[in-house]
């Protein structure tokens, strides 16, 4: 048996190393697009109990944020958009938490 013999190449259409930059765009705009429906909900549900211009300040960003993940996402800035979309939820459950009675 030689060394060729013993590797097995991947199956097509699979890449060893991960994801391609494709599903990586896919996957990104995918889930702003899930928080964003989410951020909506959430701040029909929050207007509902109490009407306020912060809660639509906090929530109406959060949602902007959303968008913009989406258009870096869609121009092949994938990183970017990932850590922009954690940081912003974060900041956004953190305003909700601190400033939203």
């Known amino acids: 048996m030689t060394a060729s013999d013993q590797e097995s190449p991947a199956p097509q259409g699979m890449n ?9 765009r896919i ?3 995918t889930a ?5 429906v989410a951020l909506a909900a ?3 549900v929050r207007l509902a109990s109490r ?5 639509v ?3 109406g960003l959060a949602m902007i944020l959303c968008g913009v993940v989406i258009e870096l996402s869609r121009h ?5 958009g990932t850590w922009l979309l954690g940081a912003g ?3 956004a459950l953190a305003a909700d938490w601190l400033l939203l009675p």
């Open 89 to 91: 939820l974060v900041a």
């Open 51 to 55: 009407t306020s211009v912060l809660v």
């Open 76 to 80: 092949g800035r994938t990183r970017l």
């Open 42 to 44: 959430v701040l029909a």
């Open 32 to 36: 702003a697009s899930v928080l964003l």
């Open 27 to 29: 996957l990104r705009i």
């Open 57 to 59: 300040g906090v929530y």
């Open 16 to 24: 060893p190393q991960g994801m391609t930059p494709r599903q990586a």
